[in-house]
């Protein structure tokens, strides 16, 4: 029990130690900014609009069901992600610790009353990116990557805020890769694409 105790001390420090170096040393006017309007889902909308407008035209029956399958991955990841794992640890946000907060970099109007770990905008944009990346990856080749660089930054955005520590973002980041990776794998066995839905992904 000593041994886990003084292990998770040290995993919390280093946590602290890159959360400061993320939200306090490597900032500039400049990508305040960027990092505001990324984690802003809002922002993000016309970009969801034009996805599955495109997946609806051009398959059918089988870009409903894609649809269907993306919005269980940011379910699931949200429910575990809040119910499991945020209740579960009961971390306190870097905003809200007493003895922390003096250190962080707040850009955003508001801490928030939840829970720290894991970060849901992390598992959300993860699950999305991964489910797009394993359904997509023989429809749009090489570009699919953008979605995990795009989730990428979004995890990102939320250290660099003030709202999450790096460990919560991982965390998220893990949680979405496991429930991307299931949905797009019962996804592609059922239904797949292939170039604009000829033949089924297998």
Same mark, same amino acid.
């Given at each position: 029990m000593f041994f &886990?105790?003084?292990?998770?001390h040290k995993l919390?420090?280093?946590?602290q130690w890159l959360f400061t170096l993320i939200n306090s040393d490597w900032t500039s006017s400049f990508l305040d900014p960027i990092m505001l309007f990324v984690r @802003?889902? &809002? #922002?993000?909308a016309p970009l969801y609009l034009f996805i599955f407008v495109f997946v609806m035209m051009n398959f059918k029956a089988k870009g409903l069901w894609w649809a269907v399958f993306l919005l269980a991955t940011v379910a699931? +990841?949200? /429910?575990?992600? @809040?119910y499991v794992f945020k209740h579960g640890f009961q971390r306190t946000?870097?905003?809200?610790?007493?003895?922390?907060? /003096? #250190?962080? %970099?707040l850009?955003?109007? %508001?801490? *928030?009353? *939840?829970?720290s770990f894991v970060s849901n905008h992390a598992a959300n944009h993860f699950g999305m990116a991964v489910f797009f990346f394993i359904t997509f990856r023989r429809v749009i080749g090489k570009w699919v990557w953008l979605g995990l660089v795009w989730a990428g930054l979004v995890a990102y955005s939320q250290v660099y805020v003030g709202l999450h520590y790096p460990l919560d973002v991982l965390g998220g980041a893990l949680l979405g890769v496991v429930f991307g990776i299931t949905t797009? +794998?019962?996804f592609n066995k059922r239904f797949g694409f292939g170039i604009? *839905? @000829?033949q089924p992904v297998l």
């Open positions: &886990l105790a003084s292990f998770w919390e420090l280093w946590d @802003n889902p &809002l #922002h993000w699931l +990841t949200d /429910m575990v992600g @809040n946000r870097p905003c809200n610790d007493q003895d922390f907060a /003096m #250190h962080v %970099r850009l955003v109007d %508001r801490c *928030g009353a *939840g829970y797009a +794998t019962v604009f *839905g @000829n």
